[in-house]
């Protein structure tokens, strides 16, 4: 009998990768991916506990599948990703939900389908969350069921080194590991051949890449420029960068390279000296502002995209003007702007200035409304320009594309014949509406 799985999928590109690879797994078994909860045969939880909302909600919708499992007994439900590696979380989760089967953590996602069958053999409750991930190269002989045809994350690190002082991630993701980079060039050229257009290589820090001393001497820059020559018509982006590794050679493989999207999310948090020191964050306001002064002068047409946190422990309001000041003199095309939101296990968390949660609200307000308009400037600026654009789908009025930016472009097909999906074009931008950009063909 034909068998079904459903994967909720919480958090970030990471997760959203894993899960692609968990799909994997489950498509190798025999299993089909169904939308309708209720008559999957399996369901997988991959959290996230960047955010303890996030926690809650998840625990929420874990709990939902209990009147499901009472009906349907032989349903297996498996949890795994961040939230599930967190220290004793397996046996709190299976305390709070007894009805949960596989519990694993995200340092071994790729062994899954071994925690499944051993489960089926079995039948006993299996707990595989393990502290350190010291394998690597497994993942490329992996199978992924990518949601997309033409978009592909391809991991190049696990892990983070940098203990920011509101994050959870280096305690649950452990230290930094790099893939070595013969496996990530021939993942990547699987992909280029397979027709994917646009590969985003992945990694909590992209910029420490070969830092831990296990890629030949091959850093960042080098494995950037060296996947951007390979062969084939595809685009090549990466995050997430943090501004203190961000070097110089970055910068200029990035300007010599077409194949390079000329867009950087590089996040800067806050804009206080006293506020960067408090998040551990290892740089200042200074050295971020010439960081993007050089970017700018190498690359001029960069779109800047950027991650801020207002309400950290501490925030006066002359702190948040920095911020304010800070991304006025940045100019971001996007901005993803949190308020702080506490987070057990961080040292964040136990700082005893905490921030009112209607202060918080009041200042998200303010930034919020001057990055819409900034960015909403910098988009009416691309009017009379020409982008290159990947055109990834159509609906009865448009064909739509995608910027270099991640900008959504749409091109009226009154006022074309036809346009392929997958390829790239010279598309004129002509307006800017409803937050898309509208273009034509050269
Ligand atoms: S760089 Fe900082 S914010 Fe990013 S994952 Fe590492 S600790 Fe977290």
Redesign the pocket.
Known sequence: MQKYYYIYTYGCQMNVHESEKIAGMLEDRGYIRTDEVEKADIIVFNTCCIRESAEQKIMGNIGAVKPIKKVKKDLIVAVCGCMSQQADMASILRKKFPFIDIVFGANNVEFFGEYLDEFLKQKKFCNKVIQDKNYMESATKMHFVRDNSLYAYVNIMYG?N???TY?I??YVRGREISRAPKTIYREVKNLIDMGYKVITLLG??VNSYGRDGSTGGVTFPKLLDNIANLQGDFELRFM?S?PKDLSDELIEVMAKNPKISKTLHLPVQAGSNKILKAMNRSYDRESYLNLIRKIKEAMPDITLSTDIIVGFPGETEEDYLLTEQLVKEVQYHNAFIFMYSRRRGTIADKLENQVPISIKRERIHRLLAIEHEISTKLFEKMIGSTQRVLIDGENNLFYLAKAQCGKVVKIAKSTVTKLNIGKFIDCEITDYKNGNLIGRTK
């Open positions: 983070c940098n203990f920011c994050c991630v280096p909590q820090n997430t943090h």
